[in-house]
């Protein structure tokens, strides 16, 4: 019982010796008057002599029905907007079979009368225990609670018997709808009649709409809610349209079971808004096939739908059409906090007995922050737009960033159709390699690669060096970034533990992350077993673009590239390896051949010039990358290896050489150029020594 304020200072009053003690009892006692009077309307005894006659000779059966009647009982009663408002008092009944529609929503509109100022709602709508039967919409304007008494041990049981309140919905519309500042939903559950109730045939489009057509809808409160078996539509939908907004609700314990869509949040123009709104503590499941999304956010216009909050959620449906949680649109983001996210039905729901990603970030939405639990299978996104999502899982690599990239020639600089500097391919040899044009980069200075494998075969990437051995981590964590259309197209594995792979390509044509994290043998053997490297490794079949692949010791993935060397300087602490290619002095009739002109690629430092058995005359070098206009960087010094002796290179405008002196090669000889501006080399050392 809630003592009131009245009371506690007359005790205080008392405790403390005041004169003003008569005066504080002249008030508990007009309140204790007031009391007494709404228990007497009530329970329809009222003296009141404003309705005293007719009311105590009337039925309360009518007067619970006669809207008359019903205003006059709150203008006695109420002193302001009425605090409480019985649905059974208006005629609800709640046994399964009666319609209880009307006498619900008369008990909204009553909760929402407010007596002394138009426009203002307010009241609290009690469901009573039962079934409550609806065959339409019941509409919760702004400021009205629509309160149940929860729902029981064991509320998913067809005859729903377990003492709760139960809203039992056959019709084609949302089930309930919020609308307005404040509306809240309490403590029942709601479920769908479709097949569950003989005679009703009615696909319900959904059990709860969150709407704000045109307004602004903020601080809805859904509490404590069961929606269950909504299979055909949408068990909560949040939806902002015609320049409404929805922002600042709160979602609790909310359960969904069994929904063709658990949740969907959606801004349907650019005008529109879901934004910063919070659900605490819920549960999305279901053991049926039925189920194409737990959650589903889209917003039509950049960040539309936005800062969508998670927290402790579970999202573990077995299995779902198209994920678990599906986002799309420009910077729509979730953010997802301490979550959940299962489905065993998940690891072979593609075809081919293929995974499915439990979640698919589309590349335009950027900057969602999921961690958790996930597990079997993967995250679908283009995780350098979305560097905050880290999930625990041994197949699955988050993106937190570590120190250092030890793999050699993460860039894949120095690419040929066959060949990859430092990396090894194996297995058919009928394969091919293709560098993509720098428009399709996914990281500065990382190149992307096309390797082609045609159908059946399967050809194996590693690195050709061995990594460094580490005794001081548990475990090392690699991957690397891949685009296809063919599920599976890339595993990664352990080649010391080949039964250890990662989840594949989920082939839905965006940027993944394909790696795992492996056991550091060193770390768990025993003292006298022999050292293992880690021997990181790719599966490759089909067709599929790679780059920027990583590796490090501990669980985290590493940003691409190295944080050795900067912009302030350098320090090394071993040998120091240059990027070297093969170049091909351009044959007669080939471009370049007239005009002597040496075309290189912009991607080492180091350049073997190759003889070609059409090269009987020496070539004359007069320029290098002159027409291409592809020059090196000012500062870069480049070394020229030659195999053909009487190769000549000449002093021009374009190559500076000491002494203004040609450069002649022998059998063995180099030269060595500092990139100028504009793409001038100056000579800074030559070796031309004779081997006879």
């Not at 949302?174 to 109730?197: M, Q, W």
Request: glycine share 10%; charged share 20%.
């Amino acid at each position: 019982m809630k003592i009131s304020p009245v009371a506690v200072a007359a005790v205080s009053a008392l405790a403390g010796g005041t004169f003003f003690v008569g005066s504080i009892l002249q008030k508990l006692s007009s309140e204790v008057d007031d009391l007494q009077r709404q228990v007497k309307v009530l329970s329809g005894s009222s003296s009141s002599s404003s309705f005293s006659s007719s009311t105590e000779a009337e039925p309360r059966a009518l007067q619970r029905n006669n809207p008359k009647k019903l205003n006059e009982i709150v203008a006695e009663t109420c002193t302001g907007p009425c605090a409480l408002s019985y649905a059974k008092d208006f005629g609800a009944i709640g046994d399964g079979e009666t319609d209880d529609t009307a006498a619900i929503k008369k008990a909204i509109e009553f909760a929402a009368k407010n007596i002394k100022e138009e426009g203002v709602s307010g009241g609290t709508v009690i469901l009573g225990p039962g079934v409550f039967r609806t065959t339409d919409t019941l509409n919760v304007p702004g400021g009205v609670t629509l309160q149940g008494q929860g729902y029981g041990s064991d509320p998913t049981e067809e005859l729903y018997a377990s003492g709760g309140s139960f809203i039992s919905y056959c019709g084609e519309k949302y089930a309930v709808k919020a609308t307005g500042d404040g509306a809240a939903l309490r403590n029942f559950a709601l479920y769908d009649s479709y097949l569950i109730e003989k005679g009703c045939t009615m696909e319900a489009q959904g059990g709860i709409l969150v709407e704000a057509d045109s307004i602004t809808t903020e601080s809805v409160s859904v509490s404590r809610v069961l929606v269950h078996k909504f299979e055909t539509g949408t068990a909560l939908e949040l939806s902002a349209k015609n320049g409404g907004i929805i922002s600042h609700s709160v979602f609790d314990d909310l359960k969904i079971i069994d929904a063709k869509v658990g949740i969907n949040i959606s801004a349907l123009d650019e005008n529109s808004y879901v934004i910063s709104n919070r659900f605490h503590d819920g549960v999305i499941k279901t053991d049926k096939n039925t189920m194409e999304y737990a959650i589903y956010a889209e917003g039509l216009a950049h960040r539309r739908v936005d800062d969508i909050q998670f927290w402790s959620t579970s999202i573990i449906p077995d299995i779902t059409a198209m994920a678990h949680v599906y986002i799309k649109g420009e910077g729509t983001n979730l953010n997802l906090q301490r979550v959940r996210i299962e489905g065993p039905g998940m690891l072979e729901a593609n075809a081919g007995g293929l995974p499915r990603p439990l979640v698919v970030i589309e590349e335009e939405s950027s900057r969602n922050i999921m961690n958790g639990i996930l597990e079997p299978t993967n995250v679908q996104a283009l995780l350098s737009r979305n560097p905050g999502i880290d999930f625990v899982t041994p197949k699955w690599v988050g993106v937190s960033s570590s120190e250092v990239n030890m793999f050699d020639n993460a860039p894949f600089h120095s690419v040929n159709q066959k060949d990859i500097a430092s990396w090894e391919l194996t297995g058919p040899d009928d394969y091919e390699i293709t560098k993509q044009p720098d428009s399709e980069k996914l990281y500065p200075d990382h190149n992307v690669i096309l390797i082609e494998v045609p159908e059946n075969d399967m050809i194996t990437l590693q690195p050709k060096n061995e990594l460094p051995l580490n005794q001081a981590e548990a475990s090392y964590t690699f991957g690397v970034y891949a685009k296809s259309d063919i599920p599976n197209s890339i595993v990664a594995l352990d080649c010391r533990q080949d039964e250890v792979k990662s989840i594949g390509h989920s082939g839905g044509g965006g940027w993944e992350f394909i790696g795992l994290s492996a056991f550091n043998q060193n770390y768990w053997a025993l003292a006298d077993a022999e050292a293992k490297n880690p021997c990181p490794a790719f599966e490759i079949s089909g067709e599929v673009e790679i780059t920027a692949p990583t590796f490090a010791y501990g669980e985290v993935k590493v940003i691409p590239g190295a944080d050795l060397v900067s912009s302030s300087g350098a320090a090394f602490f071993g040998p120091l390896a240059f990027g070297t290619a093969m170049i091909n002095l351009p044959a007669p009739g080939e471009p370049g051949a007239e005009d002597g002109e040496l075309t290189l690629t912009n991607e080492g430092n180091i350049f073997k010039i190759k003889a070609r058995p059409d090269n009987e005359v020496p070539r004359t070098i007069q320029s290098i990358n002159k027409s291409n206009a592809d020059w090196f960087k000012e500062g870069t010094l480049v070394t020229l290896l030659f195999e053909q002796e009487g190769t000549r290179v000449e002093h021009s405008e374009d190559i500076k050489l000491l002494g203004e002196e040609d450069f002649v090669a022998s059998k063995v000889a180099t030269l060595t150029l500092l990139a100028e501006a504009e793409g001038k080399l100056t000579e800074v050392t030559r070796n031309t020594l004779s081997l006879d």
